[in-house]
């Protein structure tokens, strides 16, 4: 037998696939009530997955949706109809087979009991149908008391296909689901035991539905590449007979070829896409950041060369070379960062069913709105951002929305509207999750963070507005009144600060009461290679990414005052503290003193603003983020590092730590 545990990380995608359709299409179910196409979408995952788990060997997964494949046939049949207690079972199912899924990942081992499921399925199944008055009896007839009209179906796999012998199973169960199938060639247990690589086979059958219709079945069945029907036109065949598949190789006449009119449009819906190991795109990235430092190395030398030698002709074709490997290096770049990229809509999958689950338990009616799924982020940044967000969303739902009677009382619709939308913005993602409901009062806000200590009573006094609001940032601060499972544990807006901060976002909050509450957050698209400001402090180079810098100034020492001790500026109108570079990262002074001209690169962090003092402003450019590693640990104030034109090392600023270690904003 074939060891099919090669194909177990393609059965995992395959099964989230399919997991996230019907998930998709029970809340659609629920919510807009059966359509024809929905139900058969549906049902074409149940069987999807049917057919790849029971070739995968995972008879838990087969079994649930063996079941749930039985209950959506009599969806189809009209013999069933949407009921909440129908939606019930099918979450249920879905959690359940979500559970074995993260068992399989984890050890490819089905660990969970489904047999409870199983047999609650079943029951429901069995339980008295709505039988169309319109209906006719049905007719019990054989086989044999009918004359066959037979056919020949030969179906080829396309050639990036990584799982054949299981795609092939599917087909056969799939053909063996609409039509009588007398004869597969070669059969499968001949596939098992010879040459599991085979990428086509034929089955001769006699379709139970229109044989256009079973076309479209089988093209359905992902990594099929094309399919040829042909009748048989001979006498239908005795018992235990049955008709040679047209090959080549066994002297029958050839298969016509493969005619050249355009693509169908079951082709033409068909994504010409492969499915590329992470590590692998990984691998591809640093050489690219590899290539961008050599490419940086490269144009410094052409300077040099032109500096020394003068203008020739061999300075000349070497700047001409400089300029085409840095264009090439550009779109190299580009092209990398791209195939990075993958749509928001991953993450979007996840929230429905959370807000559907999260309103049903609080008794809210809430809607949930969802934009610019198409909306591409770096793949490490769509992981890192699915938990804040979901603080984010689960808050929403639980203080920002309220409950129908109040929306009720206040002229509002007793169903509240969640938005969540995504768009880019120059070379940044923003991410809006808004409410309608009642707002954030930040007076409560001073008054529940100075009962917990969080501020002084001098520090609530002199605060304002936004400065209160900004207290749900703070470790700790809650106003719930009680904890619950979903909030008022003194934890999660705090986190969710940090985890986007960590990534290089930021977040802002605006608020109106009896109106809503929404947050923004900024993103850059990608983590890999940013581009960078590189100033000279204390003796050395180091980077600050240009995502937080607000504004860069010059000013002379005479501009510079002091408010309670703190060095700070006036720009655009608000004191902003400035704090020297050198002196955070304990660096000795420049030799020559300060000069008459000071450079200093404002930096934001919310409405916050921090101005850095450095020597010497050398100018912005792409730069390739390099982990400092385990050895070095987590340093202070610092979040990576660079190599430069030049083959010197450059730090990377952590500005979002500053705010914290500084001690300006304690």
Same mark, same amino acid.
């Given at each position: 037998?074939?060891?099919?545990?090669?194909?177990?990380?393609?059965?995992?995608?395959?099964?989230?696939?399919?997991?996230?359709?019907?998930?998709?299409?029970?809340?659609?179910?629920?919510?807009?009530?059966?359509?024809?196409?929905?139900?058969?979408?549906?049902?074409?995952?149940?069987?999807?997955?049917?057919?790849?788990?029971?070739?995968?060997?995972?008879?838990?997964?087969?079994?649930?949706?063996?079941?749930?494949?039985?209950?959506?046939?009599?969806?189809?049949?009209?013999?069933?109809?949407?009921?909440?207690?129908?939606?019930?079972?099918?979450?249920?199912?879905?959690?359940?087979?979500?559970?074995?899924?993260?068992?399989?990942?984890?050890?490819?081992?089905?660990?969970?009991?489904?047999?409870?499921?199983?047999?609650?399925?079943?029951?429901?199944?069995?339980?008295?149908?709505?039988?169309?008055?319109?209906?006719?009896?049905?007719?019990?007839?054989?086989?044999?008391?009918?004359?066959?009209?037979?056919?020949?179906?030969?179906?080829?796999?396309?050639?990036?296909?990584?799982?054949?012998?299981?795609?092939?199973?599917?087909?056969?169960?799939?053909?063996?689901?609409?039509?009588?199938?007398?004869?597969?060639?070669?059969?499968?247990?001949?596939?098992?035991?010879?040459?599991?690589?085979?990428?086509?086979?034929?089955?001769?059958?006699?379709?139970?539905?229109?044989?256009?219709?079973?076309?479209?079945?089988?093209?359905?069945?992902?990594?099929?590449?094309?399919?040829?029907?042909?009748?048989?036109?001979?006498?239908?065949?005795?018992?235990?007979?049955?008709?040679?598949?047209?090959?080549?190789?066994?002297?029958?006449?050839?298969?016509?070829?493969?005619?050249?009119?355009?693509?169908?449009?079951?082709?033409?819906?068909?994504?010409?896409?492969?499915?590329?190991?992470?590590?692998?795109?990984?691998?591809?990235?640093?050489?690219?950041?590899?290539?961008?430092?050599?490419?940086?190395?490269?144009?410094?030398?052409?300077?040099?060369?032109?500096?020394?030698?003068?203008?020739?002709?061999?300075?000349?074709?070497?700047?001409?070379?400089?300029?085409?490997?840095?264009?090439?290096?550009?779109?190299?770049?580009?092209?990398?960062?791209?195939?990075?990229?993958? $749509?928001?809509?991953?993450?979007?999958?996840?929230?429905?069913?959370?807000?559907?689950?999260?309103?049903?338990?609080?008794?809210?009616?809430?809607?949930?709105?969802?934009?610019?799924?198409?909306?591409?982020?770096?793949?490490?940044?769509?992981?890192?951002?699915?938990?804040?967000?979901?603080?984010?969303?689960?808050?929403?739902?639980?203080?920002?929305?309220?409950?129908?009677?109040?929306?009720?009382?206040?002229?509002?619709?007793?169903?509240?509207?969640?938005?969540?939308?995504?768009?880019?913005?120059?070379?940044?993602?923003?991410?809006?999750?808004?409410?309608?409901?009642?707002?954030?009062?930040?007076?409560?806000?001073?008054?529940?963070?100075?009962?917990?200590?969080?501020?002084?009573?001098?520090?609530?006094?002199?605060?304002?507005?936004?400065?209160?609001?900004?207290?749900?940032?703070?470790?700790?601060?809650?106003?719930?009144?009680?904890?619950?499972?979903?909030?008022?544990?003194?934890?999660?807006?705090?986190?969710?600060?940090?985890?986007?901060?960590?990534?290089?976002?930021?977040?802002?909050?605006?608020?109106?009461?009896?109106?809503?509450?929404?947050?923004?957050?900024?993103? $850059?698209?990608?983590?890999?290679?940013?581009?960078?400001?590189?100033?000279?402090?204390?003796?050395?180079?180091?980077?600050?990414?240009?995502?937080?810098?607000?504004?860069?100034?010059?000013?002379?020492?005479?501009?510079?005052?002091?408010?309670?001790?703190?060095?700070?500026?006036?720009?655009?109108?608000?004191?902003?503290?400035?704090?020297?570079?050198?002196?955070?990262?304990?660096?000795?002074?420049?030799?020559?003193?300060?000069?008459?001209?000071?450079?200093?690169?404002?930096?934001?962090?919310?409405?916050?603003?921090?101005?850095?003092?450095?020597?010497?402003?050398?100018?912005?450019?792409?730069?390739?983020?390099?982990?400092?590693?385990?050895?070095?640990?987590?340093?202070?104030?610092?979040?990576?590092?660079?190599?430069?034109?030049?083959?010197?090392?450059?730090?990377?600023?952590?500005?979002?730590?500053?705010?914290?270690?500084?001690?300006?904003?304690?």
């Amino acid at each position: 037998m074939v060891d099919l545990s090669e194909y177990r990380g393609i059965f995992l995608e395959e099964l989230e696939d399919q997991l996230q359709l019907i998930e998709d299409e029970v809340l659609r179910l629920e919510q807009t009530g059966e359509t024809e196409d929905g139900i058969q979408q549906f049902f074409r995952a149940a069987h999807t997955l049917k057919g790849s788990s029971a070739s995968m060997g995972y008879n838990g997964l087969k079994e649930v949706t063996h079941h749930l494949e039985h209950l959506l046939h009599q969806m189809r049949g009209g013999e069933r109809t949407v009921t909440p207690e129908l939606i019930r079972l099918f979450f249920g199912a879905l959690d359940g087979m979500r559970a074995l899924q993260s068992e399989i990942a984890a050890t490819d081992q089905e660990t969970t009991d489904v047999s409870g499921l199983v047999q609650r399925l079943s029951t429901f199944a069995a339980e008295e149908l709505q039988k169309p008055e319109d209906k006719a009896p049905a007719v019990q007839t054989s086989l044999a008391e009918l004359p066959l009209q037979l056919f020949w179906v030969h179906v080829w796999l396309s050639s990036g296909c990584e799982m054949k012998l299981p795609r092939l199973h599917l087909i056969d169960a799939k053909l063996r689901s609409v039509a009588a199938v007398l004869r597969m060639k070669p059969e499968l247990e001949e596939i098992e035991d010879h040459d599991s690589r085979i990428d086509e086979a034929s089955w001769l059958l006699s379709p139970k539905i229109d044989i256009e219709e079973l076309r479209q079945e089988v093209l359905s069945i992902m990594d099929v590449d094309r399919i040829y029907i042909e009748e048989v036109l001979n006498d239908s065949p005795r018992p235990g007979e049955f008709v040679r598949p047209p090959h080549p190789e066994t002297g029958s006449r050839e298969l016509p070829e493969v005619p050249e009119s355009p693509p169908s449009a079951a082709d033409k819906t068909k994504p010409q896409t492969i499915r590329v190991q992470v590590e692998r795109l990984e691998k591809l990235m640093n050489l690219a950041g590899e290539l961008v430092i050599d490419q940086t190395r490269f144009h410094l030398l052409n300077r040099r060369f032109h500096q020394q030698y003068g203008t020739n002709d061999l300075t000349e074709e070497l700047g001409q070379l400089a300029d085409h490997l840095a264009m090439i290096t550009g779109e190299l770049q580009e092209s990398m960062i791209k195939v990075r990229m993958l $749509p928001i809509e991953q993450l979007f999958n996840r929230l429905p069913r959370m807000v559907r689950d999260l309103s049903g338990s609080l008794n809210k009616q809430v809607e949930l709105v969802l934009e610019g799924k198409e909306t591409e982020l770096d793949r490490t940044l769509i992981e890192e951002l699915g938990d804040p967000l979901i603080h984010l969303l689960r808050n929403a739902v639980d203080h920002g929305i309220e409950t129908p009677e109040i929306r009720r009382s206040a002229g509002k619709s007793e169903t509240g509207t969640v938005r969540v939308a995504a768009s880019h913005e120059d070379n940044q993602v923003i991410l809006v999750i808004e409410d309608d409901g009642a707002g954030i009062d930040s007076s409560l806000i001073a008054e529940s963070a100075l009962r917990k200590g969080i501020i002084t009573a001098e520090e609530a006094g002199g605060m304002t507005e936004d400065e209160a609001l900004r207290l749900i940032f703070r470790p700790g601060f809650s106003t719930a009144p009680h904890i619950s499972d979903i909030s008022g544990r003194g934890v999660g807006m705090d986190i969710v600060r940090n985890d986007i901060e960590r990534i290089n976002g930021m977040i802002d909050i605006e608020t109106t009461r009896g109106q809503g509450t929404r947050f923004r957050i900024r993103l $850059p698209l990608t983590l890999a290679i940013i581009r960078g400001l590189l100033v000279h402090a204390g003796g050395a180079t180091f980077v600050i990414p240009m995502s937080s810098v607000a504004e860069i100034v010059r000013v002379t020492p005479e501009e510079i005052t002091s408010v309670r001790g703190q060095p700070v500026i006036t720009a655009r109108g608000q004191l902003v503290p400035v704090v020297w570079l050198q002196d955070i990262l304990r660096l000795p002074a420049c030799a020559g003193g300060r000069s008459a001209s000071i450079p200093l690169i404002i930096v934001g962090r919310g409405e916050k603003r921090l101005a850095l003092a450095v020597d010497t402003l050398i100018g912005n450019q792409d730069i390739v983020i390099k982990s400092l590693g385990a050895y070095m640990g987590k340093t202070e104030n610092i979040s990576g590092a660079t190599i430069l034109g030049n083959g010197n090392i450059a730090l990377i600023i952590d500005t979002a730590s500053l705010f914290f270690n500084t001690g300006v904003f304690a």
